[in-house]
């Protein structure tokens, strides 16, 4: 019987012994380009917003931004209806979702500012301020914390030199604490933008922030490059 040349270690809640490469498993070496524009509108809603590269003075909604807003809208029977994909997308370009954001979204949505706001101010998805190139979730709910959930935490905050929230120096990394990132079968778990890290470990922490040192320019960009 031929070796198996790889030996998972669990992503997606999974274990074993196959051949399939860690691209293979999550899919991601046939994904291609991602239009800007949505694709089709059936997804147009449904893109990921948390993108190493962040432009918190670039226009909302233009260009092929502006053909997915239009088809995001298609998506919905009302206006209203659409706030929180058109929040995810204008949280896609900027990086955050500034008062000065909120209130745009709302004049193009035809809604008061004070009701976006109370919609953007109760999810913690939206980051309400600048983050770091690259945002580290740390889950710390009780499946992640048995597993040293609080451990790995620290480790990230020790290794990229900030606090909880605070961004570091070089505009790099941003690290804060999530309540849960629906990962239970793989602590523990850390989101780093729209990217799940799983099983992460105590030893492994130093690994991950010197991979993204290195990493380089973003994969994703407002050109739509990958």
């Known amino acids: 019987m031929s070796e198996i040349p790889f030996k998972n270690p669990g992503w997606a809640g999974n274990v074993g012994e ?18 800007l524009e949505g694709g089709h509108a059936a997804g147009s809603a449904t893109y990921p917003y948390m993108l190493e590269d962040k432009h918190p003075e670039a226009p909302l909604f233009e260009g092929p931004y502006e053909v997915r807003f239009q088809k995001i809208l ?22 955050h979702i500034s008062p000065q954001t909120m209130d745009r979204v709302g004049e193009l949505l ?6 976006v706001r109370g919609v953007a101010t ?48 070089d505009g790099t990394f941003t690290v804060i604490e999530a309540e849960c990132l629906a990962g239970c079968g793989f602590p523990t778990c850390v ?26 320019p973003a994969t994703e960009s407002l050109e739509g490059e990958e």
């Open 18 to 35: 196959y051949d399939l490469t860690e691209e293979q498993v999550r899919g991601i070496d046939f994904v291609g380009v991602r239009p």
């Open 74 to 95: 298609t998506r919905y029977p009302t206006k209203r209806a659409a706030l929180l994909p058109a929040l995810n997308l204008a949280q896609e370009i900027r990086g």
């Open 110 to 115: 035809e809604l008061s500012p004070a009701y």
């Open 122 to 169: 109760f999810y913690t998805m939206y980051n309400k301020r600048p983050v770091g190139r690259h945002l580290v979730q740390v889950c710390t709910n009780i499946s992640c914390n048995l597993c040293g959930g609080q451990e790995v935490l620290d480790a990230f905050l020790e290794h990229t030199n900030t606090e909880v929230g605070e961004t570091s120096a």
């Open 191 to 216: 989101q780093i933008n729209s990217r799940y890290f799983e099983n992460v470990t105590l030893e492994e922490v130093p690994k991950i922030v010197a991979h993204l040192r290195e990493s380089g």
